[in-house]
């Protein structure tokens, strides 16, 4: 019996300094992703909502993304740009790890749209 109720005690307590302990945690803070899009803010950013439906715009689009997810060497920051095409012309956004990605993207997208068709506007934000 005496081991029964120092059982149900130390239970009790247990629960206790569990309870206390996690009413200490500081409450989970939400993300706050706005800093993210900042630079999609400005009426005259070219974002994804702008990309054109016309089936050779669509079909640009995927080419360059076909040929920059390819390349291994490229970092995942650098696979998520934004490709946005209207017109054959076509728009890079984003950040990049360094100055080769921003180039090698470029690159890609100048051989399969036209140099004269690409509108860089890659970022370098190092290491994220």
């Known amino acids: 019996m ?19 302990a996690r009413a200490q945690e500081p409450a989970p803070v939400a993300p706050d992703n706005s800093a993210v899009n900042a630079r999609d803010r400005s009426p005259d950013a070219m974002t994804s909502g702008e990309q054109s439906n016309a089936k050779s715009d669509v079909e640009l689009t995927r080419e360059i993304r076909k040929a920059v997810v390819k390349d291994p060497a490229l970092s995942t920051l650098a696979h998520n740009v934004k490709i946005v095409a209207v017109n054959g012309s076509v728009t890079l956004r984003g950040p ?10 470029a690159g890609k997208a100048q051989e399969i749209a036209g140099t004269d068709k690409v509108d860089n506007q890659l970022e370098v934000k190092g290491e994220q």
Do not use: F, H, P
């Open 96 to 105: 990049v790890k360094t100055e080769e990605e921003r180039t090698a993207i």
């Open 2 to 20: 005496k081991s029964l109720a120092l059982t149900l005690v130390l239970s009790a307590s247990l629960l206790v300094l569990g309870t206390v």
